[in-house]
């Protein structure tokens, strides 16, 4: 069961709350209500809506809620019980035959990738081809999550851009009525708004929950490889304590720091 990345919102809220105190502290309130600018506001904010819509199908960008969901979402991962499950199935599959396999998916077995590599040892499958089948499956999931994935990518890209449009924008108005020296220290103020609007957009919402999405998508690869490597033992008969220390030691070696994953908390999967 997925559930709420705590620190996705955190992020969001302290990188704005450092934006907000640092002009406070620099210029007073009153500043504050300055950089509040419903002008720089529509034409960033609109400027990459517009984008998005010439780059992308309105299917795609009906996602896009989804997607910025999932960044906001935290799967935790046990391997214990996941190597646990492989041994069971294991030791049954010697003692029993793989046919046996069928009823132990329904009573024990919750995750939907595991219990589809089973299903095909069950039905005589090949290993090569069972490995195949499961990797076309990941493979499909990551060029999935990519193209979602791509659409806060591009924002991120539009939103400075579109960002500099503004502020050229103001520019012009701003050299337009030079007449008045004392409305120019305003109007450049004005003007270099929406450069920061577009900046923050992309560094601080569209370029990090990119980044997160994507490290999410790495770690799911990584569990589902060892659930294929399971499968496969399950299916060639491996010794169950065999089995289990090579989920391990597959584990040790590749598992890397910044994966998500726990030594406890509930096992879930989707695909």
């Known amino acids: 069961m ?4 705590l620190f996705t919102p955190i992020g969001l809220i302290l990188g704005l709350v450092v934006v907000g105190l640092a002009i406070y502290f620099n210029a007073g309130m009153d500043a ?3 950089f509040m600018q419903l002008a720089s506001v529509s034409i960033v904010f609109g400027g990459v809506a517009a984008a998005l819509l010439v780059n992308f199908t309105g299917r795609e960008l009906r996602k896009l809620p989804a997607i910025i969901k999932e960044a906001f979402r935290h799967q935790d991962y046990d ?3 996941l190597n646990g499950t492989f041994v069971m199935l294991a030791k049954k599959a010697r003692k029993e035959g793989l046919l046996a396999l069928e009823s132990q998916l329904e ?3 919750k995750d939907p990738f595991i219990k589809k590599g089973v299903r095909l040892a069950v039905d005589g499958i090949e290993p090569e081809m069972i490995q195949d089948i499961l990797m076309a499956e990941v493979v499909s999931m990551e060029e999935r999550h990519k193209r979602g994935r791509r659409i806060l990518e591009r924002a991120g890209d539009f939103a400075p851009a579109w960002g500099m449009v503004g502020t050229l924008v103001a520019l012009v108005i701003m050299l337009n ?4 020296p004392a409305t120019l ?6 003007a270099m708004l929406t450069t920061l609007y577009g900046a923050i ?3 601080l919402f569209f370029n990090p929950m990119a980044s997160k999405l994507e490290n999410k998508t790495e770690t799911e690869v990584f569990i589902n490889q060892i659930m294929i490597e399971g499968v496969i033992g399950v299916q060639s008969g491996q010794n169950p304590h065999i089995l289990e220390e090579k989920l391990r030691a597959f584990i040790r070696e590749k598992r890397k720091p910044e994966y998500d994953i726990r030594e406890s908390g509930a096992l879930a999967h989707e695909v």
């Open 2 to 5: 997925k559930k709420l990345d």
């Open 32 to 34: 504050v209500l300055l």
């Open 79 to 81: 391997l214990q019980e």
């Open 107 to 109: 009573e024990d077995v």
């Open 177 to 180: 009525d030079l007449d008045d």
């Open 185 to 190: 220290g305003p109007s450049m103020a004005l």
């Open 201 to 203: 957009l992309a560094n």
